[in-house]
């Protein structure tokens, strides 16, 4: 009798997300750097992994691309890193997004996948300005979007990548001359090396360690 060995097939991952996710596949991304943290433990074969962020993307944005760049790619695992466009765009261009819809789209887009049974994680939006001392202008809206999405991944069961927390925390230690930006982004907003490094190894450590 003839046993055909086949490797499993690997576990298809979409990040789903705004700009900082766009730029996430790019050389020294954290998407990229996902991928070279999977070939250093050995695990390159177990997972795919594909970006599907748009720049200036908000939560109602994800909510209608969700049919068409997420759900028809059949993923296992889907991770949905959205809020800072909803925050920011809210003062400077008038087009962000309320807490109350934000909230709704939010938790819709994650009953969407698990109803295909698809696994999902969720990060809570990182800063909009890295001063610690609490005078970003967006400090207590993206504090609030932050707690939003803490409490939908809790009462949905999915896991969480808490980036709000954990830039401050990094913030506090190495941002002794409270800078606007510079430390983990380039603008307040987008990765920089360091920015790419923390991401990937808190996403790493959540959903493939």
Known sequence: MNVQ???PKPQRVVFFGDSITEAGVNPGGYIALLKDLLHENGKTEDYELIG???GGNKVYDLFFRLEKDVLSRKP????????????WHKS???????????????????????NQGIKVFCGTPACIGEKTDHSNQQDGDLNSYSSIIRNIAASKGIGLMDFRSKFLEYNMVHNKNNRPSGILTTDGVHLNDKGNNLVAQLIFETIFK
């Open 76 to 87: 296992d695992i889907v991770v949905i890193w959205i809020g800072v466009n909803d925050v």
């Open 5 to 7: 060995n086949e490797n």
């Open 52 to 54: 599907s962020g748009i």
């Open 92 to 114: 400077s261009f008038g087009t962000g997004t309320d807490a109350d819809k934000f909230e709704l789209m939010y938790m819709d887009i994650i009953s969407r996948l698990q």
